[in-house]
């Protein structure tokens, strides 16, 4: 637990997901406001769009990230000690994982206009 506070690295990557989960949360939160009419969910090249639903079922892609975050943190928690790669490893797929959802967050509002 020592080690994770005093290293750097890992604290400045745990900040930075922890930003990017908040400006995707805020990004959809302002692009989607609650409606009646439904919205595209998913866009597939071979189909088109191939799933329609309910406003608020854009926010599942960063409640994911959000899972993922913490559930990734909690591991660098408990083999920071054991193996430093690994605990790097985790911290950088944490906000890979952030920024991948923050790419398709704006793919998701690019459909809907």
Do not use: E, H
């Not at 997901?17 to 939160?29: A, D, K, Q, R």
């Not at 960063?62 to 911290?91: D, E, H, I, Q, W």
């Amino acid at each position: 637990m020592i080690f994770w506070f005093k290293n750097k690295i890992l604290r400045w990557n745990f900040l930075l997901g922890v930003f990017l989960n908040l400006v995707t949360w805020i990004f959809l939160y302002w692009q989607f406001a609650p409606q009646v009419d439904p919205v595209y969910l998913r866009y597939s090249v071979y189909f088109g769009i191939n799933l329609i639903g309910d406003w608020w079922q854009v926010f599942y892609g960063p409640a994911l990230g959000t899972l993922v975050l913490v559930l990734n943190y909690v591991l660098v928690l408990m083999c920071s000690k054991k193996s430093r790669f690994a605990a790097y490893f985790l911290a950088f797929g944490a906000s890979a994982v952030q920024l991948l959802l923050i790419v398709s967050c704006i793919f998701l509002v690019m459909i809907n206009r």
